[in-house]
């Protein structure tokens, strides 16, 4: 690998001179500087690739050096240097996240061989880093697709918020709505997008262990502490703790949650000390927390704190100018995924996916998608591929009758003018609806003399 720059803090004149000679004739550009300060004036100035580092430094040691080197950079690729009596240095500094070292006096072709290793490494590491930016963007399961303006809006939230990589988010939004979609898209398009990212919900573990999976716990700490438990926002740190169905977190541990956002610091449980984290949390609910507040069921201070950046996912009946875009797309999928020949909707079929109200929102479309592309025999899916519940909407969405003052010819005479309605006039598919048969419905079409 040639053309890399690579940074020698060493204050051995003759020592950083032949080093610099060596790594030049290598093909690299070389820095040199004798004391750790103006190492890291260069570093800051310069894109380094490698920093060769002394361990005893005037003023500043060596130590302090790669500490605020791996806080500019925590990637920097650095080698130790350090005196062969002072190995025990050289491991420390393995430990904060050097990747080798080099024992004093040292021949110059251990150097050449340590550097070539350090830099194929470093290069693997920015290449998996780079695969994995470009995976998490390629994945189409995280990509929140829709013109609605509601989630054109929503995407240039993401990509505001993915920016400020501390503050936290609430992400509301019924059922389906895609709020785990737009948590993994803002970690995925924010600086921590290669750093943990931890997924827990808050309803799926019982309220006493909720706390030691979140915050760990110390060895004893309670009858079943054997050993100390790191809990998930240890392990999280430097990346992102997503919490889905956060309501549903009981008070008493709340406290604990807010004080996380607030300083980063929290015990674990049984813990004296306290730990101090950088993580963005990302909360969701699908119940509305305001409500939860005004009841008592949810802290206030936590509301107002999570709220600070809200995302509030609108249901799929809102934004009707999604639902045939995101049909579409989820048929191109299925019928990849399952190897069909179908292309297109009927206009009937489409019809109704439009008039339904889509409880289930995007999630239920997406299921009934992929039903329908498994049944579809042909190249398009008819009203016939839909489940029921599509077909009955319209009926029941239609405009509210009270029938108490009907009587029962009366009803079966509106209803059925309403289901062909609901059906623009296709009467097979009427029947169908009404489970009666074709010839019947035609006797009662006559009966009652609807055209
Ligand atoms: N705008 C969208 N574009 C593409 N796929 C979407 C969109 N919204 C949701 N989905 C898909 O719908 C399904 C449900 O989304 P998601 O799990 O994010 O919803 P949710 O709001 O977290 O639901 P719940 O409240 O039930 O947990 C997923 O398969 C997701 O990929
Ligand atoms: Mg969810």
């Not at 503050?167 to 709505?177: A, D, K, M, R, Y």
């Not at 008819?382 to 009803?411: C, D, F, N, R």
Request: net charge neutral.
């Amino acid at each position: 690998m040639s053309n890399t720059k690579i940074l020698v803090i060493e204050d051995n004149e003759d020592l950083s001179f032949s080093i610099a000679k060596v790594l030049k004739k290598e093909g690299h550009s070389v820095f040199v500087s004798q004391t750790g300060e103006e190492g890291l004036d260069i570093f800051q100035k310069e894109l380094i690739d490698l920093v060769l580092l002394d361990l005893k430094l005037p003023k500043m040691d060596g130590l302090a050096v790669l500490h605020t080197l791996k806080e500019m950079d925590p990637d920097t690729a650095v080698i130790m240097m350090t005196a062969s009596t002072d190995v025990k240095s050289a491991i420390e500094a393995m430990k904060k996240g050097a990747l080798d070292y080099l024992l004093k006096p040292f021949e110059l072709e251990e150097l050449k061989l340590v550097v070539q290793k350090a830099l194929e490494m470093h290069q693997l590491k920015v290449e998996v880093n780079r695969l994995k930016r470009s995976h998490a963007k390629m994945y189409p399961a995280d990509t929140l697709y829709g013109e609605s303006p509601q989630i054109r809006e929503i995407r240039n939230m993401i990509h505001i918020v993915a920016q400020t990589p501390r503050t936290s988010v609430l992400i509301q939004g019924e059922s389906g709505t895609g709020k785990e979609l737009v948590a993994n898209a803002i970690h995925y398009a924010s600086k921590r997008a290669n750093k943990p990212y931890i997924k827990i919900n808050c309803s799926a573990i019982p309220d006493n262990l909720l706390e030691s999976e979140l915050f760990g716990h110390e060895k004893g700490a309670f009858t079943d502490a054997k050993a100390m438990k790191k809990g998930l926002f240890e392990l999280a740190h430097t990346g992102t703790v997503f919490l889905d169905e956060i309501s549903s977190m009981k008070l008493s541990l709340q406290p604990k949650l807010l004080r996380v956002l607030e300083t980063q610091t929290f015990r674990r449980i049984g813990g004296i000390t306290d730990i101090k984290i950088d993580v963005r949390v990302i909360a969701a609910t699908n119940t509305d927390l305001g409500e939860l507040v005004k009841n008592k069921e949810f802290r206030d201070d936590l509301y107002y704190r999570l709220k600070v950046m809200e995302i509030h996912l609108p249901p799929l009946r809102e934004r009707k100018e999604d639902i045939l875009l995101l049909a579409k797309l989820f048929l191109q999928e299925f019928k990849k995924e399952f190897n069909r020949k179908v292309q297109k909707f009927h206009p009937e079929t489409e019809k109704l996916l439009l008039d339904y109200s889509w409880p289930g929102n995007v999630r239920e479309l997406k299921n009934v998608i992929e039903r329908s592309v498994i049944l579809a025999q042909g190249d398009t899916i008819l009203p016939e591929h839909l489940p029921v519940e599509l077909h009955e909407q319209t009926t029941s969405s239609a405009p509210v009758m009270k029938p108490s003052g009907m009587t029962l010819a009366e009803i079966e005479k509106w209803h059925i003018a309403e289901v062909l309605r609901s059906v623009n006039g296709n009467k097979s598919q009427a029947a169908k609806i009404l489970d009666i048969s074709r010839s019947t419905l035609r006797e009662k079409l006559k009966l009652y003399q609807i055209s």
